[in-house]
């Protein structure tokens, strides 16, 4: 079946450097890519959605110029969590839509800690 | 505005016996539901779905059902097992192509031996 391979699974960063999670499609061509947050006991966020060749779809509240979401092929898809701070430790999933009878494909997620 | 809401942060049930989880929602749009399974720093497993043209789905152990004049939706599970354990997401979309879900804020589960 679809799967979709993200990396890394866990990863802790210096306040004020920068983040890469990548999000690849492995055996199917993903034009869209949901991008979300979760915080701990909270529901999974929907922070953007990203499409192959074009700019991404921020939603309300969420800082386009500090998740910097890139997606150059249909394979992959990149976040990038810019001036990370110590808030924005959280649990980030990819998911990318229609791939398969359930309809939805997610990553196995990244868990970002800033210290 | 949170269109899907899960209103019990946790259930606990005796193996054997049933889970049922319930999820609401606000969205009339919203025509395909889906219920995922999530451990702690993994990505949400798909369980079952339902679209709004039925009010029943079952497989296996587990059976959706869903009151669209209640808005309102539960999963079942017959009979539980301590794998069984995990948080449980309710999720909605507007079944268009490449359409988003919007997540409730999931049930953590624990099914005792």
């Known amino acids: 079946g679809a799967v979709v391979s993200q990396h890394p699974s866990r990863v802790i960063c210096k306040s004020g450097t920068s983040v890469k999670i990548e999000c690849r499609s492995l055996d199917f061509q993903a034009t869209t890519m949901f991008w979300y947050r979760q915080f701990p006991k909270q529901s999974l966020m929907l922070m953007a959605t990203?499409?192959?060749?074009?700019?991404?779809?921020?939603e309300q509240g969420v800082e386009k110029d500090k998740f910097l979401i890139n997606h150059a092929s249909l394979t992959l898809s990149t976040l990038t969590v810019t001036s990370a701070h110590p808030e924005d430790s959280s649990f980030y999933i990819c998911s990318a839509p229609g791939t398969n009878v359930y309809g939805y494909t997610f990553g196995s997620g990244t868990r970002l800690t800033v210290v | 505005d949170q269109q899907v809401k899960q209103n019990s942060p946790s259930l606990s049930v005796q193996e054997g016996r049933i889970s049922i989880l319930n999820c609401d929602y606000t969205n009339s749009m919203f025509d395909y539901f889906l219920w995922y399974k999530k451990y702690p720093a993994e990505g949400p497993t798909f369980l079952i779905s339902?679209?709004?043209?039925?009010d029943k789905n079952e497989d296996g152990r587990f059976t959706v059902f869903l009151n669209k004049s209640a808005k309102h939706l539960s999963l079942h599970i017959v009979p539980s097992q301590p794998g069984d354990s995990a948080v449980y997401f309710c999720?909605?979309?507007?079944?268009?192509?490449?359409?988003?879900?919007?997540f409730g804020e999931g049930t953590q589960l624990t099914v005792n031996p």
């Open positions: 999720a909605a979309s507007v079944k268009t192509s490449g359409s988003r879900l919007t």
């Open positions: 339902i679209s709004s043209i039925k």
């Open positions: 990203s499409n192959e060749g074009s700019k991404a779809t921020y």
